[in-house]
């Protein structure tokens, strides 16, 4: 039988949880209610109670009670929770989790559904969905639910709502549950097929396909990754984990991003896992011609005068200068002397993007150059290869170029 486990603060949310816990049960799902409230009294029984996350958490409930600090509280159990939800998942007691919640629950929830490996259904209604949930999200799949009205009881507009997400775990639940033990794995694409990671961006499209391509015909299975902050993350956490045999990683304008202000970066540990990890990786500085904004009226004052260029109705970007090519090529560098296992740097001697292309507004070899003699000079004397190739970026040479040099790495490292 599938069971899903909710997690929640029973003294604020008890009566939402136990309509969650009765209609999961009409679906024939087992249920297990994980309390994580701290300071009123559980209005529904609970199957781990609050004593029990707050132990869990290495604290005790009466002292997270007496010293009054809600934010302290909310952290510890938190931590509690996710300790709880790993030990049911390891022990086979889990196969779907799901909670509601403001700020604080959402916080507690999340924390708990992000110790999940990927695959395991997880589901959470919030009152925070509709904002930036990127806090509460991660690298995890977590499916977030917008509650419209906050939850404070079942009402006309909530019942929906929460019926959509009981309908959507038990059945999510149900079918992770009849994979073989359990398994976090997509059974259908279990092949055996040593999986590679690229990061990709509209601008870089062309020359990935290439390279996916090229990488499916050597034997691999190819997980394409948008660098869009979120997904530069997703890589890193992957990659951390163990789970690529390599990393083609031919899109860095999040790292542009981080050093100019854009709105999709992937924070300062981006192109460092793979390389802790010994993990076989080639990286090319695709897309550092360019910083991210929102809508043209987003982008700085002191950025107006440069090549300013519409990419989409929500996404402005902005040519980065020979100053700021040089730093991202000095970080490049230094990020990569650290790798463990093979590295290699392919430069696309005529282009970063289809905007820097020959013929595109952003060519500029110059500043171009800039880059490239910031990474020559910050990898003299590494064990990382520097490998220059004639063309442009999305020339579909590069990119099975790329993938030729990633495959030879892997089979030497």
């Known amino acids: 039988m ?39 009294t559980a209005r529904i029984p609970a199957d781990v109670p609050r004593a029990e996350v707050a132990r869990a958490a290495g604290t005790d409930l009466e002292r997270l009670r007496d010293e009054g600090d809600r934010g302290a509280a909310v952290t510890a159990m938190a931590r509690g929770a996710a300790e709880v939800v790993r030990g049911l998942y390891e022990r086979g007691r889990l196969h779907g989790v799901l909670a509601l919640g403001g700020s604080g629950g959402t ?9 999940l490996p990927l695959g395991v259904p997880k589901v959470m209604v919030s009152s925070m969905a509709s904002g930036d949930v990127a806090p509460y999200v991660g690298s995890a799949d977590i499916t977030m639910m917008y509650s419209v009205v906050d939850i404070a009881g079942v009402n006309r507009v909530s019942a929906p709502i929460l019926a959509n997400a009981v309908d959507a775990v038990a059945g999510m639940a149900r079918g992770f549950a009849a994979r073989p033990s359990g398994s976090s794995e997509w059974s259908d694409s279990g092949d055996g097929r040593p999986l590679i990671a690229a990061s990709m961006a509209g601008v870089t499209t062309p020359g990935v396909d290439a390279a996916r391509e090229r990488l499916t015909e050597l034997g691999y299975e ?28 031919l899109t860095l304008c999040e790292l542009a991003d981080d050093l100019c202000g ?32 929102g809508p043209i009226d987003t982008v700085p004052e002191r950025m107006r005068d440069r090549d300013v260029r519409v990419h ?26 650290t790798a463990t296992g093979p590295t290699a740097v392919c430069l696309p001697l005529r282009g970063l993007s289809t905007l820097g292309a020959p013929g595109g507004p952003y060519h500029d070899p110059a500043l171009d150059e800039a880059l490239f003699a910031a990474l020559r000079h910050g990898l003299t004397g590494s064990t990382v290869d520097v490998v220059e190739v004639d063309t442009h970026l999305n020339d579909p040479s590069f990119g099975r170029a790329a993938a030729d040099l990633l495959h030879r790495l892997i089979e030497r490292g």
């Open 312 to 337: 989409n109705p929500s996404i402005t970007v902005v040519r980065t200068t020979a100053g700021e090519c040089a730093e991202l090529g000095a970080r490049v560098a230094t990020k990569l002397r």
């Open 107 to 115: 916080s507690i929830a999340t924390r708990a559904m992000r110790e």
């Open 2 to 40: 599938a069971i899903v486990v909710l997690v929640g603060t029973l003294d604020t949310k008890g009566l939402e949880y136990g309509w969650l816990r009765e209609r999961l049960l009409s679906h024939g799902v087992e249920v297990i209610v994980v309390d994580a409230g701290v300071a009123g």
């Open 222 to 249: 190819v997980l394409v990754f948008h660098a869009s902050g979120a997904g530069g993350r997703t890589l890193e956490s992957l990659a951390e984990q163990g789970l690529f045999a390599g990393v083609l990683d």
């Open 262 to 293: 854009g709105i999709l970066t992937a924070g300062p540990d981006r192109l460092l896992a793979a390389g802790r990890r010994g993990v076989p990786q080639v990286v090319s500085p695709g897309a550092l011609d360019l910083v991210k904004f």
